[in-house]
């Protein structure tokens, strides 16, 4: 089959998938299973090319907006190996179990091949999480911010067991890798060179599969070189534009990586019944980060959002399955059946995670029980004085905003932002912002919104609007509430939502430069 058909098979799924209101990458991962059930796939070369500079790109744009701080944090690093520790250890006991009964492959497991299984199904997957987080305009959260950051743990052990699976220790030379640190200032002062037109997408292309075949290059995992790199450039003043510049190919070239999994193999009715019989697993692997969460002080929130879209299972248990076919360790027929339960996992968390609030709000008051009396510090707010207006998103929109009002009425206005480092930096230069997570209701519960008089969000993302204005609803605000769009379909889905007013940002940018340009116009001397 031509690559290019390949291509519109899948846009055609994605399509359909979207049509009844699931994520296109679903529609991606059944035009694989249904190219590969047709046997018409002659050549998958190339869909390999795109799935492998897809996640390349991913991990460099993760990078990109990491702060290194977030992964030192216990709850992290701590949540990331404990859960790894316990669910080898509950996985092998629930293959011994089955295999007590006699079914299946499970039958003639060893005890190693059972741990090997269980390792592989031990990660969540990078792509899903990413996928779904930014779909739901959640990546800057602080449930999002957790889960990615537990990611980045399990790659820590990825790379830990690919050493050890293939014996490639990283050459004396990946010392030489340090020197990026040393490098950083010319690294940015070349990024500031590159200016904001053609090139940015083509410096981060160049970034990203530059840092791959680097760290590749002295036998280090290229994916987490992708990732390093982009953390270390997270502070450049050009990260954010770079981010940007690539995320349309990063989606581009991920479908390649949703068709490869269909493609893997074709399987049959048992092993369709065994990959299932292990997805049984999956609850298990919801309630071990949501009680070890807890248990590291999250709020219930926190804890079951983040272990809401981690349950799943990893494109890296793919990569495990195939090195241990090829080592003798696994049969072939592990290999189809990790990659059915890792494609129904995939489908399991997309449809599930969009009902997760609504899940956690009907249950609220049994996952409050499990909340610790002490909270983090990331997870206490003081409400600033009695500011009735606030601006949601400190980015240069909402800073425009901000100085605006605050040369109106002062003191009566507050800003709001994600991101605890930006904060910080806005408290340096003598500008009222706190730190929150607007998109949480239990952000908004610990406020008193009867003093808030006037919302402003300036989010650039549509969703995020659409995520924050029912936080609000939920929360009781009963005050105005003034948004952002880019485009008139946003504009109409957000006033459907009942803002009060929803501002174009490229039209209302348009008429204010008119009418200033007027007042010149008309100040000029006859």
Not at 106 to 135: D, G, Q, R, W, Y
Not at 147 to 164: K, N, P, S, T, Y
Not at 165 to 174: N, Y
Not at 208 to 217: D, N
Request: aromatic share 12%; proline share 2%.
């Amino acid at each position: 089959m031509e690559f290019y058909y390949l291509i519109l098979f899948a846009f055609i799924c994605g399509l359909g998938t979207k049509l009844i209101s699931l994520p296109p990458s679903i529609g991606y991962l059944i035009a694989g299973f249904v190219i590969n059930a047709l046997g018409i796939v002659d050549d998958t070369e190339n869909l390999t090319v795109l799935a492998d500079l897809g996640i390349t790109l991913m991990l460099f744009t993760i990078g990109l907006k990491l702060n290194v701080k977030d992964l030192t944090k216990t709850e992290v690093w701590a949540g990331a190996f404990s859960h790894t520790s316990i669910w080898l250890v509950a996985t092998v006991i629930f293959a011994k179990v089955i295999a007590f009964f006699g079914l299946g492959y499970f039958t003639n497991l060893s005890n190693e091949t059972a741990l090997l299984i269980a390792f592989a199904l031990s990660f969540s997957s990078t792509v899903c999480v990413v996928k779904l987080l930014e779909e739901q305009g959640e990546m800057r959260t602080r449930h999002g911010k957790l889960a990615i950051g537990v990611l980045i743990m399990q790659d820590v052990i990825a790379v830990a067991f690919l050493v050890a699976a293939t014996g490639k220790i990283p050459s004396i030379w990946a010392l030489g890798l340090l020197l990026l640190i040393v490098a950083k200032p010319i690294i940015y002062r070349l990024i500031e060179l590159v200016g904001h037109g053609e090139l940015i997408p083509l410096a981060g292309f160049f970034l990203a599969l530059g840092a791959y075949h680097l760290f590749e290059a002295v036998s280090v995992k290229g994916d987490l070189g992708a990732l390093l790199v982009g953390m270390l450039l997270a502070q450049s003043s050009k990260a954010s534009e770079i981010n940007k510049a690539l995320m349309n190919f990063k989606d581009l070239f991920l479908i390649g990586f949703f068709l490869t999994i269909g493609l893997t193999a074709l399987p049959s009715w048992e092993m369709v019944g065994v990959a299932l019989l292990i997805c049984l697993m999956m609850p298990v692997k919801f309630s071990l980060f949501f009680l070890l969460l807890s248990a590291l002080k999250l709020k219930a929130r926190s804890a079951f959002l983040s272990a809401m879209i981690l349950t799943n299972f990893s494109e890296f248990g793919l990569i495990v399955a195939s090195l241990s076919v090829e080592n003798g360790w696994l049969s072939k027929e592990w290999l189809v059946i990790l990659a059915l339960a890792v494609s129904i996992s995939f489908v399991f968390t997309n449809v599930v995670y969009r009902f997760s609030e609504s899940i956690f709000a009907a249950h609220k008051s049994i996952y409050k029980g499990f909340e610790r009396s002490t909270r983090l510090a990331e997870d206490v707010f003081t409400q600033p004085c009695d500011a009735p207006i606030v601006v949601v998103g400190m980015g240069r929109v909402g800073m425009g905003a901000y100085s605006a009002l605050k040369h109106q009425v002062g003191s009566q206005v507050w800003g709001l932002d994600s991101d605890r480092g930006k904060v910080d930096w806005l408290n340096s230069t003598d500008v009222q912002a706190f730190y929150g997570d607007a998109e949480s209701r239990d952000f908004w519960e610990t406020l008193d919104v009867n003093q808030l008089q006037l919302v402003m969000i300036a989010v650039p993302s549509v969703q995020d609007a659409i995520n924050i204005t029912t936080q609000l609803r939920k929360a009781n605000y009963q005050g105005q509430i003034a948004a952002i769009a880019r485009f008139d379909d946003e504009r109409e889905e957000l006033q459907t939502l009942g803002i009060d007013k929803v501002f174009n940002f490229y039209n209302e940018a348009g008429v204010g430069f008119a009418e200033e340009s007027l007042e010149i116009l008309a100040a000029k001397p006859a």
